[in-house]
């Protein structure tokens, strides 16, 4: 059985920095992309990061380039996104999700095969 457990959301402050995790198991994880998803009350679920299977390549959505960084470690079967410079707009459940041999342009939510339950972010002063 797959199960993907999000971990490490919380409440931060305007400009504070928050590390997610992800682990997995049940799946033979180094062959999956791992993205990460975020959904805010009354919103559309919307793309994050990825990263690839086998190069490690990423991608980020405009709104989070250059603050968010994603990696994964793939002897622990985990990926982690690390948040930087949070604003009140990046509050959401965040979400990770797995991609049977996906590279970086996996963007799309109907791309990936396992969902975790999501952590819940929240930016506030």
């Known amino acids: 059985q797959v199960q993907l457990v999000e971990s490490g959301g919380g409440l931060v402050q305007p400009g504070g920095s928050l590390r997610l995790s992800c682990a997995a198991s049940g799946l033979s994880f180094s062959q999956y992309a791992m993205g990460w998803f975020r959904q805010a009350p009354g919103k559309e679920r919307e793309f994050v990061a990825v990263?690839?299977?086998?190069?490690?390549?990423?991608a980020y959505a405009d709104s989070v380039k250059g603050r968010f960084t994603i990696s994964r470690d793939n002897a622990k079967n985990t990926v982690y996104l690390q948040m930087n410079s949070l604003k009140p707009e990046d509050a959401a459940v965040y979400s990770c999700a797995a991609n049977f041999l996906g590279g970086s342009g996996a963007y799309s939510p109907s791309a990936y095969e396992y969902w975790g339950q999501g952590t819940q972010v929240t930016v506030s002063s």
């Open positions: 990263i690839s299977w086998h190069s490690g390549s990423a």
